[in-house]
């Protein structure tokens, strides 16, 4: 079993990030071009607690190394289950995903939260992220392998996706000012929405 | 916002996610806790279109599975 971690500070508030986290992969974000797509399955709202929960689809293209190619036989799509869940009042976001593809080989899962800075509760938002590799063969160099390769992997992907969010909240705090200036709804996002494949 | 994996799906996913975050910025994160009509009529077409792919694809089956072996929001708690 191998652990990553990571944990970084967004100086956007909690709800410029909770609101831009729904945009995480849309074409303001050019830094994730392994996502394929994105599709919300289900969503909920708890009566009792206000908890809204989402469950998504995501589907990954992953170039994987020509090793591990003869055991995957050659897929290069994977899929994600992500759920999450928004808590508007102790304003936090919890996003929990697993693999659905490969996981006789690997499981993955994976814990994100998005909360307050304490300090700075109205301007700067705290990501934590947390992630847990483990190699289901009885190999154990193989699984090894296989586990650095997908630490490592998620280590390049999770800085790309720092990287791709700052640019998503960048654009959505740019169009929620040009908003406040005319006065307006919100638009739709039909314009940056463009599928990018 | 991103792809479906249908792309025949995109203009409904495209039009249920406007609805969302519309939804989502100017009610749900101002203290509203009931969800939107408009939204839930867009999301049902939406995921009528996505069905088609997720049976085809035999991620239905996948998604069933995951959901039998995880219960809600106990991913992380099952795994410490």
Same mark, same amino acid.
């Given at each position: 079993m191998k652990v990553f971690e990571s944990k970084c500070t967004f100086n956007y508030s909690w709800e410029e990030v909770s609101q831009a986290n729904w945009r995480k992969y849309c074409a303001w974000n050019d830094k994730a071009s392994h996502v394929v797509s994105v599709d919300t399955l289900s969503r909920s709202i708890d009566p009792a607690t206000g908890i809204l929960r989402t469950e =998504? @689809?995501?589907?990954?293209?992953q170039s994987v190394?020509?090793? @591990?190619?003869?055991? !995957?036989?050659?897929?290069? !799509?994977s899929? !994600? =289950?992500?759920?999450?869940?928004?808590?508007p009042v102790a304003k936090t976001v919890r996003m929990e995903s697993q693999n659905l593809t490969f996981n006789n080989l690997l499981s993955v899962f994976e814990t994100?939260?998005? =909360?307050?800075?304490p300090a700075n509760p109205e301007t700067k938002t705290i990501f934590e992220q947390d992630a847990q590799f483990k190699a289901a063969g009885g190999f154990s160099r193989f699984c090894n392998k296989i586990e650095d390769w997908s630490v490592e992997r998620f280590g390049q992907n999770a800085s790309l996706g720092r990287e791709g969010f700052e640019s998503v909240l960048r654009m959505s705090r740019q169009a929620w000012n040009?908003? =406040?200036?005319?006065?307006?709804?919100?638009?739709?996002?039909?314009?940056?929405s463009a599928p990018s494949a | 916002?991103?792809?479906?994996?249908?792309? %025949?799906?995109?203009?409904? /996913? %495209? /039009?249920?996610?406007?609805?969302?975050?519309?939804?989502?910025?100017e009610k749900f994160l101002r203290g509203e806790r009931t969800e939107d009509e408009t939204c839930k009529k867009l999301f049902l077409e939406y995921s009528h279109c996505l069905k088609k792919a997720l049976d085809s694809k035999g991620i239905s089956k996948m998604l069933d599975e995951a959901r039998k072996n995880t219960e809600d929001g106990d991913l992380s708690r099952r795994e410490s």
């Open positions: =998504r @689809l995501i589907a990954c293209k190394p020509r090793w @591990l190619m003869v055991v !995957v036989g050659g897929a290069d !799509v899929y !994600v =289950r992500e759920t999450s869940y928004v808590d994100v939260t998005y =909360r307050p800075d040009d908003l =406040r200036e005319q006065g307006t709804s919100l638009p739709t996002m039909a314009a940056a | 916002m991103s792809a479906s994996l249908l792309p %025949e799906c995109l203009p409904a /996913k %495209e /039009k249920y996610d406007a609805c969302f975050i519309r939804w989502y910025t």
